[in-house]
Nanobody
């Protein structure tokens, strides 16, 4: 089992940047496929990005491709989401998630509590 804690959210103006971090407990972080999701008020949770166990493969939603970058540091048990050129429509609670199998980049067994990102226009 793994516990996930997100940080780095906040208020930023449109066009600005934020870097989210997700720290994982345990000594087997490298055995988890990791993802980021977000949920805006009144909307369903949506996939943002995912990264494979070693970081060799990354996946992005079309809405963030070219603006967001997912990365991981297995030595630090942490996954990151660098968000550039932020838009008001990026406003949401951002969640990180972990899954051992990585069978689907949309399905995960473990979730963090979320961190709020607000982009002002």
């Amino acid at each position: 089992q793994v516990q996930l804690v997100e940080s780095g959210g906040g208020l930023v103006q449109a066009g600005g940047s934020l870097r989210l971090s997700c720290a994982a407990s345990g000594r087997t972080f490298s055995s988890y496929f990791m993802g980021w999701f977000r949920q805006a008020p009144g909307k369903e949770r949506e996939f943002v990005a995912a990264i494979s166990w070693s970081g060799g493969s990354t996946y992005y939603a079309d809405s963030v491709k070219g603006r967001f970058t997912i990365s991981r540091d297995n030595a630090k048990n942490t996954v990151y989401l660098q968000m550039n050129s932020l838009k008001p429509e990026d406003t949401a609670v951002y969640y990180c998630a972990a899954d051992r199998t990585g069978e689907s980049k949309y399905e995960y067994d473990y979730w963090g509590q979320g961190t709020q990102v607000t982009v002002s226009s």
